[in-house]
Structures are given as C-alpha cells and as structure tokens.
C-alpha cells in the first residue's frame, strides 16, 4: 500500500517541525514556509489566509488529492482554516495545543494573555532576545542550533506582522463550525505544561469533539517523538 500522506502546516517556519525525520520514515511528509520566510515571496498581507494559500499550493505542487492535514500551536489555527478551504482534499486533522476558542481576555482564557503579550513585545523591541526566548517558551523543544537557524530564515518583521495579525485575528474566534463541518477524523493533542496554551483550551477541545482521538505530551507535539509515534497509528488506524 502507498504510504500515508501528511501535509504539515507551520505558523512561521516548517522549522517548527522538529519530528519531520521521525514521520519520514513511514509517511510521505510536505511542509513549507509562511510567504516571506525563507525563499518564499513576501505576501500583500502577512495574514491567516495567505498561509492557507501557501499550504493549498503546497497540495497542489506535490500532486496530492488526499492527505492528513498536521498543525500545532498557532499552526494548528491555520492547519484547521487550511482543511475547510478544501475540505475533500483531508483525510484527517492533527492539532497540537488543541483549542477551539481563542480567548485572552475572558475570565477563562485558553491563551495566555501576559505570556503571549511579552513575546509579541520582545518581538517588536529586540528580535533576536524574542528567538533567543523561544527556548524558554518551548520548554526543551528548541535547541541555540535550531534558534540560530531560525533567525537566518524568519525575517524580525516578518515574524512581528504575523503575530500581531493574529492577535487582531483571533481573539473570541470559533473554530468549532468550521471543524465539524469537515466530519473527518481528528487527532486533539495536548502539551501539558504549556506555558502560552492553557489547560482549559483543550479541555473545551475535548467536550467539542468528544469522539476525536486524543493524547497528552510533556513536550510540544512539533518537536514530540511520542506525538509522532501517535501520529503513525493515527494514520494507520484510517488506512485500517
């Protein structure tokens, strides 16, 4: 049989996804850039919908009628806006740090409003402190060889007008609509211990889509072996 198919979709940079080796060894596995990361050409807006755009071509450049759509993070945000924008070409969807609602100001966010301020400041201020922070922020998940490569590929400004689109962007934002009208299998995945993506947010996840596959990792699920190996048999499971 053909090996499973799995477009993984980033918030920046396909460097987010640190278990692209470990699923390459049993699946087919695209990924790419955000427009104006890397050699990609710099979109007319640093928005939501030109990610989507840049991960249907993706589809589209490898030939791929079918495929299990992975996001994590704020890639999952994405990931999800990706899979209704073509819905007959998903198999399934993965999302790491699940989370349906966007809240920062509500009396139970599911974002963390001071964590996700204080990386959306260093990030305007010093760009380099920002990346640098990130091995704080990922608990592990970042190595300074992998932040080193990050600051060559992801441009400060490019990186600041992605995060402040989504925070004009999703605050109050229901994924729930667009996720149940896709009725494919889902993957909820949960970083526990997360310092942004707060333990309510996937909680909400869960009693949305109580039957969705589910798992718990101590590292992000992007830079997770255990999520990759979850992945397999999720993949296996729908092939089955």
């Known amino acids: 049989m053909p090996r499973p198919r799995i477009l993984l979709v980033p918030h920046f940079s396909e460097l987010d996804w640190r278990i692209k080796p470990l699923l390459e060894e049993w699946a087919q596995v695209a990924s790419f850039d ?11 807006a640093f928005t939501t919908e030109a990610v989507v755009e840049r ?4 589809l589209d450049r490898q030939g791929w009628d079918r495929c299990v759509v992975v996001g994590d993070e704020f890639g999952a945000h994405i990931a999800a806006h990706l899979a209704a924008a073509v819905p007959a070409r998903v198999d399934a969807l993965a999302l790491g ?4 609602r966007f809240r920062r100001q509500a009396e139970r966010p599911t974002v963390s409003p001071e964590v996700l301020a204080g990386m959306v400041q260093m990030a305007r201020t010093d760009y380099r402190s920002y990346a640098r922070m990130l091995t704080h922020f990922s608990q592990g998940a970042y190595d300074d060889e992998l932040v080193d490569r ?14 402040e689109a989504l925070l004009e962007r999703q605050e109050g934002e229901d994924l729930e609509p667009a996720l149940r009208g896709l009725d494919v299998p889902l993957l909820l995945a949960e970083h526990r211990g997360c310092l942004l993506f707060t333990p309510e947010g996937y909680v909400e996840a869960v009693a949305a889509f109580p039957e969705a596959a589910r798992a718990s990792f101590d590292l992000k699920p992007g830079a997770s072996p255990d999520f990759a190996e979850t992945l397999r048999s999720f993949c296996h499971e729908l092939r089955a």
């Not at 991960?55 to 993706?58: D, F, P, T």
Request: hydrophobic share 35%.
């Open 150 to 163: 990050y600051i060559e590929r992801v441009p400060g400004s490019v990186a600041t007008a992605y995060l």
């Open 97 to 100: 740090h699940a989370c349906v």
């Open 55 to 58: 991960g249907v071509a993706e």
């Open 34 to 44: 955000a427009p104006g990361v890397g050699d990609e050409p710099p979109p007319d």
